[in-house]
């Protein structure tokens, strides 16, 4: 199958590849001209486990190629994928601006009947405003499918290649068909096509999302009463999780939700709700315990240090929003980052993939280490902001040798308190003992 994708970032990569692995011929269209000359260069822009290989080889064996040329990808393609961004607007809501763009272009350089499907992340009823947008300019029959996208960065193409489900909000059989044909060889294990009416499709991808911002924020506050009533979250959490209505997923605790996805979906549902006059009180919860959780690590490293932080040298380890990936939208670490340097800390941060991001952001408000060792020198604490695997378990001997004082905030609970206590380090996690 002949297939175009609007949006070549972290989802429009991947799925393009994935695609194209499955033998379709994939053109992968952006604005982006310097990413876009990357991508053909074989030079990735993002970090994703296993996206480079994908794509270097189906680009290889011609299935899949990227290009600025929009009219000319639109004009080949019977099946048209729209995976731009659709950012937090100024009031909340989902900014459906190039969205709606690339819907009126699709419609005027499509050359054939089309199914033209929204897979970035769009309030109810958007759809019905793409299919008036591509209606506007189209010659020839189109169909419009909702099939959001529930892949996690870090776990990109694998999420893709075996998803759990594959949502398909249809009205037209075509569509149906063409698209349930397109799935077919990810779901080879009897996951299922879930098909449903198009609003169905774009509300069930924010409830997911609502879903598991709201198993984050509940676990954080729970951890915090733990921090207040002496209890132990770790505990708490296997406690709770191994009860099968609840499940072990999206249990830990830590420094707030981040990226690219939870944060603005969960504002642009509480937004869709406003409007709507319907309250979403638990998701405003949520939204705003996730705010106040941001700030927990500057709380705790104050009663680590003593107060005024002012003058102190602090070690991160972790800039990107989570492990696995190099995203830095929405990273705890950037409101952290903010609240040390308004208090006259300096920073030294060390981070596997986000480092690059990250001098876009910062600059040279913070220094970067090349090894997390290294971002140790001369500090006064370790604040552990995103759980690499490589922060697991490191040398803690050096740690402490390199550490100006022993101190260690860890904002992902990856050390066992015990341990820290028996290695004489002052040790405050997240809903556990202190050591
Ligand atoms: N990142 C995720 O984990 C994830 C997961 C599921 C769903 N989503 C949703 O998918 C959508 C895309 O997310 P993303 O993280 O890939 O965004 P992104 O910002 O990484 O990529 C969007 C790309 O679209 C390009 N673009 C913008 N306007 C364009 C235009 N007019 N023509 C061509 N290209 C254009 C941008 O240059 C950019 O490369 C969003 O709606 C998001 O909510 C994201």
Not at 192 to 200: E, N, T
């Amino acid at each position: 199958m002949n297939i175009s994708v609007v949006g070549t970032g972290y989802v429009g990569l991947v799925v393009g590849a994935c695609f194209a692995e499955t033998g379709n011929t994939v053109c992968c269209v952006d604005i982006d001209q310097k990413k876009v000359e990357r991508l053909q260069q074989g030079d990735m822009p993002i970090y994703e486990p296993g996206l480079d290989s994908l794509v270097e080889r189906n680009q290889k064996e011609g299935r899949l190629s990227f290009t600025t040329d929009l009219p000319a990808a639109i004009a080949l393609a019977e099946v048209v994928i729209i995976a731009v961004g659709t950012p937090t607007g100024e009031d909340g809501s989902a900014d459906l601006q190039h969205v709606l763009e690339v819907a009126s272009l699709v419609g005027r350089h499509m050359a054939r009947e089309t199914v033209v499907v929204v897979k970035s992340t769009v309030p109810v009823g958007s759809s019905a405003k793409i299919e008036r947008a591509v209606a506007g300019q189209a010659k020839f029959p189109f169909h419009i499918c909702s099939n959001p996208e529930f892949l996690k960065e870090g776990d990109a193409v694998e999420d893709f290649m075996r998803p759990d489900r594959v949502i398909l909000g249809v009205r037209s059989s075509h569509a149906r068909r063409v698209m349930t044909d397109l799935y077919a060889p990810f779901l080879r294990t009897g996951k299922p096509v879930i098909l449903m009416d198009i609003a169905s499709a774009e509300m069930t991808k924010y409830a997911a999302n609502g879903m598991l911002a709201t198993r984050i924020s509940f676990m954080n506050e729970i951890a915090n009463l733990c921090d207040r009533l002496g209890a132990n979250v770790d505990f708490v959490r296997k406690g709770i999780g191994s009860d099968s209505r609840i499940g072990q997923s999206f249990l830990f605790s830590g420094p707030g939700y981040g990226g690219s996805c939870f944060p603005k979906d969960v504002k642009a549902l509480i937004k869709m709700a406003a409007e709507n006059d319907v309250p979403l009180d638990v998701l405003t919860g949520v939204d705003k315990a996730n705010e106040r959780q941001k700030c927990l690590l500057l709380h705790k490293l104050r009663s680590a240090l003593g107060q005024p932080l002012e003058g102190r040298r602090i070690a991160l380890w972790g800039l990107a929003f989570k492990a696995g990936t190099d995203d830095m939208r929405e990273a705890p670490s950037l409101t952290l980052i903010d609240r040390l340097l308004e208090e006259g800390v300096s920073i030294c941060a060390h981070d596997p993939a986000a480092i690059d991001h990250a001098r876009v952001l910062l600059g040279n408000r913070i220094d970067f280490a090349e090894t997390n060792y290294e971002a140790l020198v001369g500090a006064d604490a370790l604040v552990v902001v995103t759980d690499w695997n490589e922060y697991r378990h490191p040398d803690f001997e050096r740690v402490k040798r390199t550490l100006r004082q022993p101190v260690i905030v860890d904002g992902r609970n990856l050390y066992d308190v015990e341990k820290m206590r028996e290695l004489g380090v002052r040790y405050h996690s997240i809903g556990r003992p202190s050591a």
